[in-house]
């Protein structure tokens, strides 16, 4: 992901312009505010959210990238309660933090829980925030009003929905 670039992201249809433009316009205006895409799966939210770290990265900012499933995992099954803690808290005091695939599978109550956590604990330090999720805002008020109002707050302009298509989805293009 270290090579993504905005540069890179092919734009030719208008919803991929506009979320080109909204990431641009994030990079060019960057402050404590969040970076929100949700949506299709294959649609370049990746891509974009790891090219707006990349440039965070060159204007010497540290960023941290957690992958929600990996974090999850450590944090669910690890014994050690002090490993636990630490890999909670490099993430939730992070600079600048890129949460990619946020909530990705069946999230339980513990999950659900977790992310809350999480996202609250950044909202109140008021520590940008990058996400990606394939779930829409609409899924996420089902699972926690509190933690979709929260996201939406923080990412206020820089929220970008991506609707379900699979014609959206690029990695599926030219099969079957």
């Known amino acids: ?7 890179k992201f092919v734009a030719t249809e208008d919803w991929q312009k506009g979320l080109k433009t909204l990431a641009q316009d994030y990079l060019d205006n960057f402050n404590s505010v969040w970076f929100i895409v949700l949506g299709q799966s294959g649609s370049g939210k990746t891509m974009v959210c790891s090219s707006i770290c990349n440039q965070l990265l060159l204007d010497y900012k540290q960023v941290r990238y957690m992958s929600w499933a990996p974090f ?12 636990r803690d630490d890999c ?24 659900v829980q977790n992310a809350w956590q999480l996202i609250n604990d950044r909202y109140k330090a008021r520590l940008p925030t990058i996400i990606s999720s394939e779930l829409l805002i609409k899924d996420l008020i089902l699972l926690d009003e509190a933690l979709a109002g929260r996201l939406l707050e923080r990412a206020g302009k820089y929220y970008f929905p991506i609707q379900r298509e699979q014609s959206r989805n690029f990695r599926l293009r030219g099969i079957g």
């Open 72 to 83: 999850c995992d450590t944090t669910k099954r690890e014994k050690d309660a002090q490993k």
């Open 88 to 111: 909670y808290q490099k993430n939730a005091q992070a600079e600048v933090l890129y949460i990619d695939d946020l909530l990705k599978g069946m999230a339980n109550a513990w999950d």
């Open 1 to 7: 992901m270290l090579h993504n670039s905005l540069d």
